[in-house]
């Protein structure tokens, strides 16, 4: 039974970056039927998708983040990661690692979730 | 890119049906089969629900149904259920390998 489980810091300085990682067990990253997702929650409010990754190191943001995201893929971890420079009170969140499905060229949905970990940003 | 329209709160009683609506535009919702639905419980990570408008994964109850009509994707829920008092989100593909998430709607079981 395929798991993900998200790991890093759970306290960040402002303007500093923020690093998660995610670790996939019970299966492999190295499958072409799937992308690697991050999404994040802020207190209170709905889900925001960060981006995601396929296992050849293809990786898609969210345009709204612009150049702050940075995703990259270990396959022989079996592990996914996230870097959200500059941060900011903003990006206080409860952040998720899941896998996502591949439609073709397009995606599909989130079909298996991380439990989430929550990362403050505050001096 | 803005986010999927739904509505804020709906509630029902035990046994009754409800909908949820999920609006988009003709450049997400309405050219894309590839709507999703998600129930989070307070605290818990969100569950797909449906995938594709209207597949449901194994081990979801078949109370849970999706439906797209134009930009509006609908998810509606037959016989409610205390348990299925949750959050509810939609999302999209929203081309050029982007994705949309609706607001969330939470649902109170009466």
């Known amino acids: 039974q395929l798991q993900l489980q998200e790991s890093g810091p759970g306290l960040v300085k402002p303007s500093e970056t923020l690093s998660l990682t995610c670790t996939v067990s019970?299966?492999?990253?190295?499958?072409?039927?799937?992308?690697w997702g991050w999404i994040r929650q802020p207190p209170g409010k709905g889900l925001e998708w960060i981006g995601y990754?396929?296992?050849?190191?293809?990786?898609y943001n969210n345009p709204s983040l612009k150049s702050r995201v940075t995703i990259y893929v270990d396959t022989s971890k079996n592990q996914f990661s996230l870097k959200l420079s500059s941060v900011t009170a903003a990006d206080t969140a409860v952040y998720y690692c899941?896998?996502?499905?591949?439609?073709?060229?397009?995606?599909?949905?989130?079909?298996?979730w991380g439990q989430g970990t929550m990362v403050t940003v505050s001096s | 890119q803005s986010a999927l329209t739904q509505p804020a709160s709906v509630s029902g009683s035990p046994g009754q049906s409800i909908t949820i609506s999920c609006t988009g535009t003709?450049?997400?919702?309405?050219?894309?089969?590839?709507v999703s639905w998600y129930q989070q419980h307070p605290g818990k990570a969100p569950k797909l629900m449906i995938y594709?408008?209207?597949k449901r994964p194994s081990g979801v109850s078949n109370r849970f149904s999706g439906s797209k009509s134009g930009n509006t994707a609908s998810l509606t829920i037959s016989g409610l259920q205390a348990e299925d008092e949750a959050d509810y989100f939609c999302?999209?593909?929203?081309?050029?390998?982007?994705?949309?998430f609706g607001g969330g709607t939470k649902l109170t079981v009466l």
């Open positions: 899941a896998r996502l499905g591949r439609s073709g060229y397009y995606t599909d949905a989130f079909d298996i």
């Open positions: 990754i396929y296992y050849s190191g293809n990786t």
């Open positions: 594709e408008v209207t």
């Open positions: 019970g299966g492999s990253i190295s499958s072409s039927s799937y992308y």
């Open positions: 999302c999209s593909y929203a081309g050029s390998f982007t994705l949309v």
């Open positions: 003709s450049s997400d919702v309405g050219s894309y089969n590839l």
